[in-house]
């Protein structure tokens, strides 16, 4: 019961919240309040009903107290329904209070509003009043500008009387003009018809010579993309003919180089042919030529004694006779050694372990005694050794092995 008196309260205070409350609203609100304090009115009856039963269960459980120790039992559920009783009617009380204070801030904030509808009323009438004054005023300069404008009309009216004398006065002059002028624009339409002849006759012309100037255009574009492909083509063959020349050139120069080299090799196949005849004859020295180079042969011990890499005093006497014809030409100059399959002896081992070393220590020896010997320039020479791994003849014969123990002197033309 409580909670619903709490809740009408909370429903009155939102009402009271609320800006615009009606006075019709009011006058329900304060039907609603006399409804619901009638009805606490009635709930108060029934409370002060119900204390007068309690009063009534009380003087029976006295009587009956010395009975039975259930009675007792009772009593004490009685008093605790007396108790939530006195609680319930305290907040009954809470609540009638509550309300009462919620109708009292209804009335003042109802007050509050009357007054403040008093006082825009007051203010609406004192507005309306100068809104009069201001319609009195307008009303008053109102008829004083419709007289204005009474007088000007009553003027334009005779301007416009002045006006149309003008205009019938006009008329009659621009009737003159426009004859005179249709006389003129006959004149001007039998030119014009004339002019539209030659003019028909112009543009016939005028086509023509576009059509002619557009087949001129065509050949001109047709002309000039043949002139740029010929152009490009005279182009293509100028580069041609500038890389055919340089090329011309280098292969000339190229050729005049090979043939002072042929020349050179020639003149120095003729010298050593002739220093070294009774080598040749005997077969210790070759002289071969191969694909444009020039191979000087000295075989097996003329040069080296068995197992040295000292060029012994023969070998001396016959490469500073070929340093002769070697000296004066610019040709480049390899040195191979090439050995047999023997290995190599017990005492010569530490110095040189296989034939490779021994190879390349002969080929060595040889340069070495043509730059320091003769004065040939060094860069003109390569030094390299094969072991025995380029033979010229079968090493299972003592004569194979004799032709495989060779220096070989190589003639090169320089590039």
Known sequence: MRNKIFFFSLCLACLLVSACVSKEKYEELEAR???TQAKLEQKGKKVEEL???LGEL?????????????LDARYQELEKKQQMLSQTLAQKEDAIYQVDEARRQLETSLKLQVEARDAKIREL????????QARHKFESNMQSQIETREQKIKELEDAIAKL???RRMLEINLLAQLESREKKIKEQEMTISELGNQKQYVETNLIDLKEQIVNQEQTINEQMKIITELDTVRLKIEGSLQDRQSEIEFREKRIKELKNAIAQ?????RQIETDLKEQIKTQQVKLEELSGKLKVTFIDRILFNSGSTKINAEGKQLLSTLAESLKHNNQNIIVEGHTDDVQIGPGLRKAYPTNWELSVARSAAVVRYLIEK???EPKRFTSSGFSFYKPVASNETEEGRHQNRRIEIILTSQR
């Open 374 to 376: 003769a004065n040939i």
């Open 164 to 166: 149309d004398e003008t």
């Open 51 to 53: 204390a007068q039963k």
């Open 33 to 35: 309040l006399a409804e």
């Open 265 to 269: 090799r020639d003149k120095a196949k």
């Open 125 to 132: 009438e004192n507005t309306i009043t100068e809104l009069n």
């Open 58 to 70: 009380e003087q029976n459980w006295n009587k009956c107290q010395q009975d039975t120790s259930g």
